[in-house]
């Protein structure tokens, strides 16, 4: 993305030709914190974009803060304590894939959520975002935004979000199988646990295989996590960035190291049965922002 200037012109015009100017300067948020007034502001227009998204009532103007980032903060944190949808910072500020923000980048907050088509697309995630027919009726703005004096024009669509494949080309979830061969013995989703008869969310899934068949990275990342683990014994965590994490658990062997980058299809461990395990099998998990996900979402073929 670019990195943006504290101070931008906007200009909107409305698809049914009312237009209307932006203060000269943009608003800055100094803490994602509700006493910080700018951040309040962007809330109350937020929470009254959501109503007019249930009622199909009008939206309110839609205005653009900054908030600069320390270093590290991650997207979804980010959106989280905006109360803004990811893709809706992603689309405006040019985010192809979720990443943590550099010290001192501005991003640009939008007080209303939605998805930013850019006229001449900055990534292939834009490319695919501008593949979209806009339905009739659909509701619509023209914006054009100026960052370090240069003008990119939007068409912005309030309420609206990022489709199944755009998502899933955003989160780069493009993930391979963990194992050469494996059959799914038990799936994501609340399950009576065969260690203590207790019914809780399994948060991966359970792919069975015979002893020592080798485990490999189910794509790019870096190796943050490798030992024992209580529960899933011998254990490997791969950070693929933007807060996406895999696990793997319960393995007869780790061969990679912390901090140790990999390609997806690398061989990182060997299936087994440690920790608190029943028979050799592979617990592979997906999470995102720290919270698990259903990984035959993200595995092609992978089912029951």
């Known amino acids: 993305m670019k990195r943006a200037s504290v101070a931008i012109a906007v200009a909107l015009s409305a698809s049914a030709g009312l237009s209307f100017a932006a203060p000269p300067d943009y608003p800055v948020i100094r803490r994602l914190a509700p006493r910080d007034i700018i951040f309040r502001q962007v809330q109350d227009s937020l929470s009254q974009g959501y109503q007019a998204e249930r ?16 270093g590290g903060e991650d997207l979804f944190a980010v959106a989280a304590r905006l109360s803004v949808p990811y893709e809706a910072l992603s689309s405006l500020n040019g985010l192809s894939r979720p990443r943590a923000f550099s010290a001192g980048e ?4 939008p007080s209303l959520a939605g998805l930013f088509i850019p006229d001449e697309p900055r990534n292939d995630l834009d ?38 494949t ?62 024992e683990d209580p529960v899933l014994g011998l254990r490997i965590i791969i950070d693929h960035g933007g807060g996406l994490r895999t696990v793997y ?56």
């Open 55 to 70: 009622s199909g009532s009008e939206f309110p103007d839609l205005f653009i803060c900054t908030w600069i980032a320390s």
């Open 166 to 227: 755009e998502r899933s080309f955003f989160l780069e979830v493009g993930f391979r199988m963990p194992l050469p061969e494996g059959v799914i013995t038990s799936a994501y989703g609340i399950r009576r646990s065969p260690i203590d008869g207790h019914d809780r969310l399994h948060e991966g899934v359970d792919l069975s295989a015979p002893s020592h068949t080798e485990v490999l990275a189910a794509r790019d990342g870096t190796v943050s996590e490798a030992g």
């Open 106 to 109: 501005a991003v640009l907050v």
């Open 249 to 304: 658990g319960h393995l007869s062997a780790i061969r990679v190291v912390l901090n140790q980058t990999v390609r997806s299809g690398t061989m990182i461990g060997a299936v087994g049965s440690t920790g608190l395990s029943t028979g050799p099998h592979l617990h592979f998990e997906i999470r995102l922002g720290g919270k698990a996900k259903d990984p035959s979402s993200y595995l092609p073929g992978l089912k029951p």
């Open 127 to 164: 490319s695919i975002i501008a593949a979209r027919r806009i339905e009739p009726g659909q509701r619509s703005q023209r914006i054009t935004v100026s960052m370090d004096g240069a003008k990119r024009d939007f068409t912005f669509l309030p309420g609206a979000r990022l489709y199944h």
